[in-house]
Structures are given as structure tokens and as C-alpha cells.
């Protein structure tokens, strides 16, 4: 089977310190679509004061060349209200919500308490059913985190397992930050997809130049086959530890997987283009 890769332009773009014109993403997406990603993570319905940039989310859904459309498409969620919005699109596949298990950032993130998320996370999980999309869990702080709130490997296999219990199918380890340490990486893989056979696990890696091949690397020889990732790495954390720190560059995943024979579903000529396209995009 192709490993998976889930291009992210809304995250890329979300903390972006230029606005984007709504022409603009919708022209991005399409050029993406080509490129034949097995999902595009590409809105978000949340709070238009907390992520001004994906405002025009609703336009963008609705501007869309749904006749290029062989990708998955997830957008965001941080409530109920979100996850209903999100449902009326027909474009769109999976509801994502980020669960943190730093309660710091939890309420950093969407202003509730990890108890609070928890209960509005079974309530998502219903309209999702009801409005017959699928739900993304992404577990936030998943390798640690810089507020010192108590965190171990265990922890974070324990939430998957909890998560798993509450009926979730797909869970994104993802490593907020930029501070995972491989060994971690490959230990919590291992681990969930070991215990959890049943579960989709992906990989949501902030990276750095100096750390994303063994960090790629820590996550598939655990047996990750699903990783998310940004064209030139734009984006990632506003509470990483330093601007170095973005998404996972889609280029050099490609490479990676290039260079130990794994196959995946990319259009190359349609990458090199969305590639270029990006570089005008994001200035």
C-alpha cells in the first residue's frame, strides 16, 4: 500500500503574516488537487477572530474545481458550532479537531480545559456521524511540550488508547513544537499501532532543516504510514520553541520516500508546478 501524504496549505497558511487573497487559495487548491495528495487539509471553521486568514473559508470551499477532486478534504474544527458549519459543505470529508494533552495549551489553543475537550469531543463525534463525515483527532503536545505540564511516552500512548475507547478511528501524532525526540517518535508509533491495529495513526511533524529525515524516519520504521506535511515547510507553530521550526516540507518527505522505494499516489509534473505556484503564494 502507498503511504499516504496529507498536504496542509491551512496550516501553512493560517499563522501566515501576510494576508492571502481568497483568488489566491482558491488557485493554490486547484493546482494542489492535481497533484493527487490522498487528503488536503484546507480550512478551517473556527473563530474568524482567532484565524483571520481562513475567514473565506466557506468562499474558497465553494469556489473550488470540484471536478480535479480525488483527495480527501478536512477542514477544522474547534466546537460544535465549527463541526456543524462544516457539515452543510458537501467538499468536505473530515472534520479535524485538535485535542491537546497539555492543558496549557488546551486552553491556549480553544479556550477549554482538557475535560471540557473531551466531552465536546463526543459531541463533534456525533454531528460528524449524523452529517456522515469522517473525524480527525489531532493529539496536540503529543511529544511533549514547553509548559511543563507532565509528560511521558506513556501519557501520550494512554490518551491514544482513551481516544481509541471513545471511538475515534483516526488519530495525528503531532509534535506541535518541533521538540520530539526520535526515539520518542518511533517508541509512541510502535507502541499505538501495536496495540491499536484498528486505529488510522498519521504523523503531524513541526521539523526543523537539522532534524526532519530522523524524525521521518523515527515515525516509518515504527510503522507510520500517513504523514502530514506543507510544500516548503510554511507554517507551523506560533509556540514553537524557535522560527526555525515549520511543517514537514512536502519536497523533502518525497525524497525521503524516493530514496527507500516507497510509492505514493503524487503527480509529479502537477507537484513541480503547485511547488512554483507556492513561492508566489506565500511572499
Known sequence: MAVKIVECP????????HPISTDQKIEYLNALIRVGFNALD????VSKRAVPQLADTKDVLNNID????NSSFITIVANERGADEACQFDQVDVLGFPFSISETFQLRNTNQTIKQASSRLAHIRDIAEQGKKELLVYL????????????????????????ADQGITSINLSDTIGAAKAED????????????????????????????????????EGGCRKFDSAIQGFGGCPFAADDLTGNLPTESLLNYLKDIKESTRVNQEAFDK????????FV
Open 274 to 281: 503547485a511547488f512554483a505556484l507556492a513561492s508566489k503564494v
Open 10 to 17: 491551512r496550516d501553512a497558511m493560517q499563522g501566515f503574516h
Open 185 to 220: 517518535i518511533k517508541a509512541i508509533f510502535s507502541a499505538c499501532i501495536e496495540a491499536m491495529p484498528h486505529i488510522e495513526f498519521g504523523a503531524h511533524l513541526h521539523t526543523r532543516a537539522d532534524n526532519y529525515l530522523k524524525n521521518i524516519s523515527s515515525a516509518y
Open 42 to 45: 484546507c480550512g478551517s471553521f
Open 66 to 69: 470540484l471536478s480535479l477532486k
Open 140 to 163: 496536540s503536545m503529543g511529544f511533549g511540550n514547553p509548559y511543563k505540564d507532565k509528560w511521558s511516552t506513556d501519557i501520550a500512548i494512554d490518551w491514544c488508547k482513551r481516544l
